[in-house]
């Protein structure tokens, strides 16, 4: 097939190598525009943009494709399909009419669970026991167009944010193929989504990563693991802010009434909480590497009974 592929962050890219990988000719990349990021403030190409240069395809970055001009530069590809992945801007009618087979979209979720912009982090943070990877034929709503194929894959106890990206990434980039095949052989059929069971998965918010400890441990688990490696669930010591990128809940039974939520327990870095306790396996002052705890702890002794805020 003849393909568009519109992407931009790092999960973008394994269905980009799996599409040229399985001989699909990408006439095109769209991808967000640069962006300044760092200290320096230097603009900063997408992952995907990266990508493609390398690979010597094509790449545009325009800034909306509202415009007609956009449009009609995208409508003379003349697409047998396009392939959406966590692009980042919203794709008018007359885009999604253009190709052939219209725009089909690798969504990180098991739709209609977790429709947005967040279904990893918000699938963690929620406990649930399974996600996966939604193909979706786009429509003009948020995540609402009929299901070509879709796969599920656990959520491990021990599984972070980081973990979870990459499998599902992987995931999308098997499944676009199985789904490109089947439409090009006119054998898969799209199918409504569920009308039961739609969540919403809200972008992640400034300062919604820091660490409460007056929720339980088992919640507060998963908030560590949602948000590690980036941008890493946090709390406050002694004036500096100081990561948590992984974390094990302690026995609650043991520690049954011991200590106020945020104070240190003993000298291995466990933390009380509402209910139950957390010992911090991994952290990360601001600007220093990431250490494991006693490593940490080595250079910078905390006392049972310090609260943390």
């Not at 739609?198 to 339980?216: F, V």
């Not at 009434?257 to 396996?281: F, N």
Request: charged share 20%.
């Amino acid at each position: 097939m003849r393909i568009a592929f519109l992407g931009t962050p790092d999960f973008s890219v394994p269905a980009l190598d799996a599409l040229r990988g399985a001989g699909h000719e990408v006439a095109c990349v769209y991808t967000q525009p640069p962006r300044p990021a760092g200290r320096g403030q230097a603009e900063r190409r997408s992952p995907v943009h990266d990508h493609a240069d390398a690979a010597g395809i094509p790449v545009r970055t325009p800034a909306t494709l509202r415009d007609e001009a956009a449009q009609a530069d995208f409508a003379a590809l003349d697409l047998d399909v396009a392939v959406v992945v966590a692009y980042g801007l919203i794709l008018p009618q007359p885009v999604l009419d253009a190709p052939r087979y219209g725009c089909i979209n690798i969504h990180a979720s098991l739709l209609p669970r977790w429709r947005g912009a967040a279904p990893i982090q918000r699938a963690i943070l929620a406990g649930d026991a399974e996600t996966g990877v939604t193909i979706m034929q786009m429509d003009a709503g948020l995540d609402t167009g009929p299901e070509l194929l879709r796969a599920a894959i656990p959520i491990a106890g021990e599984t972070d944010a980081g973990v979870l990206h990459d499998a599902l990434a992987a995931l999308g980039g098997r499944l676009i193929v199985d789904a490109l095949a089947g439409l090009d052989a006119g054998t898969l059929e799209a199918v409504a989504q569920p009308d039961a069971g739609e969540t919403y998965a809200a972008k992640i918010a400034r300062g919604e990563e820091q660490i409460d400890w007056a929720l339980p441990a088992v919640q507060l688990d998963r908030h560590v693991r949602a948000f590690a490696p980036w941008p890493g669930a946090w709390f406050e010591h002694d004036g500096a802010r100081i990561k948590v990128l992984a974390a094990d809940v302690v026995d609650g039974n043991v520690l049954s009434g011991k200590g106020t939520p945020g104070e240190v327990l003993d000298d291995q870095l466990t933390i009380a909480c509402g209910d139950g306790a957390l010992r911090l396996v991994t952290v990360q002052r601001a600007g220093k590497a990431a250490l494991a705890a006693d490593d940490f702890l080595r250079g910078r002794p905390v006392a049972a009974g310090t609260v943390f805020g």
